[in-house]
């Protein structure tokens, strides 16, 4: 009886043995086959730069979900907050570009390196694709005596570094929206960072701020439900989720620079796996799912391939580069 | 109001929402009674897996952790001495006393009740006042914020215990800490040594697991404490219940009204609020030499007021946004990612959310209850785990709960440097709460102070003006002398057992 259970046990493991070495055999050459002939074989991580619940985290979210359909693969977010999204930025160029690894990139890729919070930027990337466009958009209280975006800048001239516009962020892209705002229409206001563009608009609800700049889709639901009234959105044409808002071209003005989403993978994508990525994105962008949240985000469904997405993004640094030191350097003069 | 009620209340019969609302409860007692585990632990841990859940399901097992594990830390203080989490603190006085005499059973069914009284009276407070409450809140600027900040503070520097200066060290550290990071109004990186993982700040809950988890097991090792139990379980029969009914219910409804006010209070949470509670019932109590020896009052006022928190606490975090105490701190970050901003606008927005809360709450604390009087004895035994395995579960969920939260290595590395300043700070006996709430409530009410004088364009008199933020500042200085005169008083009358 005890010999027998001994044969058992040992042929038993033989059996699992010889399984498991077979299994490991197939799927070594399994593994190498597809992997020089088909790409993606394995899940594919995508790194968001900020905590999950926001608009980078959303996007991301539906893309994977859509990415998921188009390369038959799990395409998992997985959040690295912090540092205006530096940390994530760090971690993800020093990665393999191998394609298993992506990342969300917004319009900060193009600013922490002007911002000096640190030394990363869109040369450290393989650059993906642009998938959507975030406008700033000034609005006041619904009880403020502003009608017309020229009747602020009217009043802020007479009463320069008197009004108070609140903003997500020192060195935020609202903030300097907010400070472009006064560059161009050489007025001067005060501005008052808050904890993220919610905590702005609460105050600007409570009406301890005169104004404030956010995103249009942060400010389109408080302007319908009628607390709050956008003046002007700064941007050549005007934003989808507030047709009746004026574009600051319209008004003869021409500054505003918008937040946008995109994707980017550590540099160094072998060419194939470029073009497959680009291909999925490209499909997920045009998905229900991705046009709908666009929709309801108040957000501008815009896709731009690596090439154009590139020439972009290097226009975007240079345009960081000389604006943020000089409208940070003329905010200190001011005060 | 009452669509809304109604949405409410059908979306609460699903199957789903009650079996995860009973699943959170069940997690959140074994957190609770698991010394070194805390509900804000549990929370914390669990909001990844909600990711996956709808709100409202996400929502009903997060508050059933919630409202399951603060009567659950009960149960290792009435019958071990040894507090489940920071809130039953001042259970453990008259709770092991009681068990002691062999009234363990009695004990335990005081704290059930008690913990129930205290819950379904904070929701009430949750749901009655707090449409008030949020119509206010949007008049509050930073100014009123700094003001409500200092009055948090205050609260916490005044009860250290007997430890007060030392206290008031640990608070000063913690506000220290917070000065790490980039600048709230100017975002000028300050003390991060140019490592951009730093300049957001010295992360706290990293720091709370360090202090609380790993600092607690480390000290257990060099202390060679055992956790024992075999303590001799007398029923509680009829009588004895029945003679103990009317001081239970006075205590419980002063420890909850005093619970509601102190969970309310940003940052002060259970423990204060069962200290506060502990002593103010000891004062109107015809027999004071009872309390610490056994006193039916003492232990309902305590377990009223430490579940009270729980309705004050929420009333805090979805009316003004901000965290009443630290688990609900958690819960504002897991609300975020459901796409849901606690604040004055919730109240407008996600009306029938609201609603949702309150019910959940108030389902919670009803199964929370059923499973405290069927289950309290087999959970109870869960906490005499020998006391090696229990510190190996605390040190691994320290590591992954840490790195969960961001994904961080750095994070983890911050919860080892906390665990042995937790360590250090244990045996220097200084008391580490008001460490974590200086790091809380250092930002807020620096980058407060600095906006409220950003908007009065530097002037300082307008901000003292605002009537508010003088009721503020003055309770603040109540706060901070009151509770330090009154444990003078009564450290003569207090056990071993308080410092901490």
């Not at chain 1, 869109?122 to 017309?148: E, F, G």
């Not at chain 2, 019969?13 to 959170?24: D, H, K, S």
């Not at chain 2, 807020?444 to 500042?473: C, H, K, Q, Y």
Request: aromatic content about 8%; charged content about 15%; overall charge positive.
């Amino acid at each position: 009886m005890t010999l027998l259970r001994q044969c058992d046990a040992d042929a038993l493991s033989r059996v699992v043995l010889i399984l498991w070495l077979a299994g490991q055999i197939v799927l070594s050459f399994g593994c190498h086959s597809t992997q020089s002939r088909s790409y993606p074989s394995k899940p594919i991580r995508l790194i968001v730069q900020t905590v999950p619940g926001g608009l980078s985290d959303a996007v991301s979210r539906v893309m994977a979900s859509q990415l998921e359909l188009q390369l038959g693969v799990p395409v998992v977010c997985e959040n690295r907050p912090g540092a205006a999204g530096a940390v994530a930025f760090l971690y993800v160029v020093r990665q393999r570009p191998d394609g298993y690894l992506l990342g969300h990139g917004p319009v900060e890729i193009a600013m922490v390196q002007a911002l000096g919070l640190a030394q990363v930027g869109p040369k450290d990337m393989d650059l993906l694709c642009l998938v959507s466009m975030s406008d700033p958009v000034l609005a006041v209280h619904s009880a403020s005596s502003w009608k017309t975006f020229n009747a602020l800048v009217e009043s802020a001239r007479t009463r320069p570094g008197y009004y108070i516009i609140g903003n997500s962020g020192t060195g935020s892209i609202w903030h300097i929206n907010a400070l472009l705002l006064e560059e161009a229409t050489r007025t001067q206001f005060v501005h008052c960072p808050f904890g993220g563009s919610a905590a702005a608009i609460t105050a600007l609800l409570g009406r301890h701020v005169d104004a404030v700049v956010a995103g249009a889709g942060e400010v389109a639901p408080y302007v319908q439900a009628g607390s709050l009234r956008a003046l002007a959105v700064f941007s050549a044409q005007r934003s989808p989720v507030l047709p009746d808002v004026p574009a600051v071209r319209e008004l003869g003005w021409d500054f505003g620079t918008p937040a946008w989403s995109g994707f980017y993978a550590p540099k160094g994508l072998p060419d194939p796996v470029r073009s497959r990525l680009v291909g999925a994105f490209k499909k997920a962008f045009e998905s229900e799912a991705f046009q709908r949240l666009c929709r309801e985000r108040g957000m501008r469904a815009v896709f731009l391939g690596p090439d154009e997405f590139r020439v972009f993004v290097d226009g975007q640094t240079q345009f960081f580069e000389s604006a943020i030191p000089r409208l940070i350097t003329r905010a200190w003069a001011v005060q | 109001m009452s669509s809304e009620l109604t949405a409410a209340l059908t979306q609460l019969l699903e199957a789903r929402i009650v079996g995860f609302l009973t699943a959170g409860v069940g997690l959140g007692m074994l957190f609770g009674a698991l010394p070194g585990l805390t509900a804000t632990m549990g929370i914390a841990l669990l909001v990844p897996l909600t990711f996956w859940l709808p709100t409202d399901q996400g929502l009903a097992m997060l508050l059933g952790i919630y409202c399951g594990a603060i009567p659950a830390g009960g149960i290792p203080a009435i019958l071990l001495n040894v507090p489940g989490t920071p809130a039953s603190i001042a259970a453990t006085w008259d709770g092991y006393a009681l068990s002691q005499k062999g009234r363990a059973d009695l004990a335990l069914k005081i704290n059930v009740f008690a913990s129930l009284f205290g819950q379904l009276l904070g929701v009430l407070f949750l749901a009655l006042a707090a449409f008030p409450i949020a119509s206010l809140a949007l008049r509050m600027g930073p100014a009123e914020y700094f003001g409500l900040g200092v009055f948090g503070l205050s609260l916490m520097a005044g009860v250290s215990g007997k430890r007060v200066w030392e206290g008031v060290l640990a608070g000063t550290l913690g506000l220290a800490l917070a000065t790490v990071g980039l600048d709230p109004l100017t975002a000028y990186p300050r003390f991060t040594f140019g490592l951009p993982e730093l300049l957001d700040g010295v992360a706290f809950i990293p720091v709370m697991i360090g202090l609380f988890g790993l600092g607690e097991v480390l000290a257990a090792i060099s202390a060679g404490v055992t956790p024992f139990g075999a303590t001799t379980h007398r029923s509680a029969d009829a009588p004895a219940l029945q003679r103990c009914v009317g001081p239970v219910l006075g205590s419980s409804l002063l420890g909850s009204l005093i619970g509601v006010f102190v969970g309310a209070v940003p940052a002060a949470g259970g423990d204060i609020a069962a200290i506060i509670a502990w002593d103010q019932s000891r004062r109107l109590s015809p027999n004071r030499e009872e309390f610490g020896q056994g006193s039916t009052r003492g232990l309902a006022a305590a377990c009223a007021a430490a579940n009270a928190v729980i309705g004050g606490a929420m009333t805090t975090m979805m009316t003004l946004g901000i965290p009443g105490d630290a688990p609900s701190a958690v819960l504002i970050g897991a609300l975020l990612i459901h796409g849901v901003q606690p604040g004055p606008l919730m109240f407008r927005d996600h009306r029938t959310l609201v609603w949702t809360i309150v019910l959940l709450l108030a389902l919670a604390a009803l199964v929370t209850a059923s499973v405290g009087l069927l289950g309290s004895a087999p959970l109870a035994r869960l906490a005499r785990v020998p006391a090696p395995y229990l510190w190996m579960a605390v040190v691994l969920l320290s590591i992954t709960g840490a790195y969960a939260l961001n994904n961080s290595l750095t994070d983890v590395w911050l919860m080892f440097i906390a665990g042995l300043a937790g360590f250090v700070l244990r045996k220097l006996e200084v008391p580490l709460g008001p460490l974590v709430l200086g790091l809380i409530l250092g930002p807020m009410i620096e980058s407060n102070l600095r906006r409220a004088l950003v908007l009065s364009r530097g002037d300082w008199s307008t901000i003292f003006a605002r009537p508010l933020v003088l009721v503020f500042l003055v309770a603040a200085a109540a706060a901070l002398f009151g509770p330090v005169a009154a444990l003078r008083r009564t450290q003569h009358n207090r056990p071993a057992a308080l410092s901490r």
